[in-house]
């Protein structure tokens, strides 16, 4: 069989000793972040994960291979490749077959994360319904996904630039677990409330812990979605946000801005029109979601030891 997959060996190692490792994707990198402030992100939370004792594992492909766990010369040229291709479920095979550069959307860094025996991965927030969903059937393949791939996944809710109470509906039908943590709201990506209540809450890491065993033990497949709130001091109350949203999602619609590019033009705009404050929110959040995946994988590493 091929060999598709280039595990890192600190990865690896780290994984064969049973250490905690958090899987981080790279579409936020080199779609979700201008440069150069997608590799001074990208480097900072990989060192937030090493300072919380974990070690750290980019996912992207290169040279025709999946490789997890990015050296400091291979995450530089990632980050300096705007035009890498988005991967998703559908996408990956393709760019490996091609031998092009990719960036892993939450969708592909699941897949592959769960090959590499990463269960925790870190990241901003997910994909979901699109507005106008109804129309267009923008559906992030991220949903489809954390139905799929067994991988716990730290973000920040889902961006408020998506649909978030189809988004939940869509998580609840496909039997997501969808658990804010240590609120009862559900965090909105730049906002910490966006007015809708979280389906479940965890207050510790060990609590995402002993669901995730109780999960296992009724081998129920799939993933689990950990909703972190934005720290207070970082937060852009949605009632700012919202019109802007609305006007960044209009400009979308005028210049026919749809699919894979949609998610990248309406952050990049939000980023204009809030004068980079969207993207300092986005940093500071990514920063946070990875310092308390470090700390699920931890716990997840002590549940197995008892
Ligand atoms: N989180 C961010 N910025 C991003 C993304 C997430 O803070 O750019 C990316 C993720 O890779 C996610 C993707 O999987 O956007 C969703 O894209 P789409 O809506 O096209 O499925
Ligand atoms: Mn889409």
Redesign the pocket.
């Known amino acids: 069989m091929m060999d598709v997959m280039e595990i890192q060996p600190e990865v690896a190692d780290a994984l064969a000793d049973r250490r905690p490792v958090v899987a981080l ?1 790279s ?2 990198i080199t ?2 972040m201008p440069w150069p402030d997608n590799l001074d992100m990208a480097r900072q939370v990989e060192g937030d994960l090493r300072a919380e004792g974990a070690v750290p594992a980019t996912i992207a492909v290169m040279g025709g291979k999946v490789r997890v766990g990015l050296d400091a010369a291979a995450l530089e040229a990632l980050a300096r490749t705007p035009d890498a291709m988005k991967l ?1 479920r559908a996408d990956l095979a393709a760019c490996i077959a091609t031998g092009r550069s990719g960036a892993t ?3 592909a860094t699941m897949i592959c994360a769960a090959r590499a025996g990463i269960e925790v991965f870190a ?5 979901g319904v699109h507005r106008g969903a109804e129309t267009s059937f923008d559906v ?3 949903l489809q996904e954390l139905a799929r791939s067994p991988v716990t996944v730290v973000c920040a809710g889902a961006k408020a630039i998506l649909d978030l109470p189809k988004t939940l509906e869509v998580l609840e039908t496909l039997g997501v677990p969808v658990v804010a943590y240590g609120q009862d709201a559900l965090p909105a990506f730049w906002s910490r409330d966006a007015g809708l209540t979280a389906p479940l809450r965890c207050d510790s890491p060990a609590e995402v812990a002993q669901l995730l065993a109780a999960r296992t033990a009724l081998d129920l497949s799939g993933g689990v979605l950990v909703a972190n709130p934005i720290p207070e001091a970082a937060e852009i109350p949605h009632a700012t946000l919202a019109p802007l949203i609305n006007e960044a999602q209009k400009d979308a619609d005028d210049k026919g801005i749809g699919g ?1 590019a ?3 033009f309406l ?1 990049a705009r939000l980023a204009e029109m809030t004068k980079g404050r969207s993207l300092t929110a ?1 940093i500071t959040l ?1 920063r946070h979601n990875a310092r308390l995946a470090a700390r699920i994988a931890a716990a997840i590493v002590r549940a197995g030891e008892r």
Do not use: C, M, Y
């Open positions: 994707e579409t936020i779609h979700g998703s959307t939450v969708a990241t901003g927030g997910i994909g992030s393949a991220d894979k949609l998610t990248p952050l986005n990514v």
